[in-house]
């Protein structure tokens, strides 16, 4: 795969999901399987997801860093996912998960950008008429 093909994918996903509102997120080719993408998704109930990854996609999707920060309508941390390495204790070291503002740090395993959009769907309340 070539880094445009992912690129593709990861808007194809944001445009397909219903409960995104809109989006501002750039994508930075780095190579012909290397790119960085960041920006921000905006939720229907007034969420937001803020993203982050730095992909190589020659072989496989492989994530060198990666954040999905997702804060409720009121900007609170509702959880975020990342692999910086300063939780070397935990199992799934340097993947993690902070669960809220005030709850502390949980193994996780490395999810991707539609994991996370499921996740942030059980959060957003329907819509009513």
Not at 13 to 36: C, E, M, P, Q, W
Request: hydrophobic residues 35%.
């Amino acid at each position: 795969m070539i880094i445009e093909d992912y690129f593709q994918q990861i808007e194809t996903l944001v445009t397909d999901a219903l409960i995104v509102h809109s989006s501002n997120l750039t994508y930075d080719k780095r190579s012909t399987h290397i790119g960085f993408i960041r920006g921000s998704l905006y939720f229907v109930d007034g969420s937001l997801l803020h993203l982050r990854e730095f992909v190589n996609v020659q072989f496989d999707v492989e994530r060198y860093m990666y954040v999905y920060q997702y804060q409720g309508p009121d900007g609170k941390r509702v959880f975020r996912y990342d692999n910086t390495p300063h939780f070397p204790g935990l199992p799934t070291f340097p993947h993690h998960k902070h669960e809220s503002s005030e709850s502390g740090v949980v193994p996780a395993s490395l999810p991707d950008l539609e994991e996370v959009l499921h996740e942030i769907q059980s959060f957003i309340k329907p819509l009513t008429p």
